[in-house]
């Protein structure tokens, strides 16, 4: 079920539960998941996506899983598309006889 609120973007949630309250640089986080400086902005700018190379990376540095941030992702993609999407209501549901 696609909610109405928009979900957060993973980004959001690196820059405000971790970056802010550590006071860290998204040099000093690229540094620690051993990527560009413009990888770790265009995530925490909200400009890219996480992939589930970087969901294994920013696993590893938080000390949370990978499918946080991939389900995080996941929901914030699925509901743009459906905002987009408006010929989802032309369609109907195929419905199956036993």
Do not use: C
């Amino acid at each position: 079920m696609i909610t109405k609120r928009k979900p957060r973007h993973p980004g959001a949630l690196i820059k405000r539960q971790y970056l802010e309250p550590l006071q860290m640089t998204n040099t000093q986080l690229a540094d620690i998941l051993g990527v560009s400086r413009k990888t770790v902005s265009e995530i925490v700018n909200e400009q890219a996506g996480v992939s589930p190379a970087m969901a294994l990376r920013l696993a590893r540095a938080f000390q949370t899983t990978p499918e946080l941030w991939l389900n995080l992702q996941q929901k914030y993609d699925i509901w743009n598309a459906a905002q987009e999407f408006e010929t989802l209501k032309e369609i109907s549901p195929i419905y199956f006889i036993d």
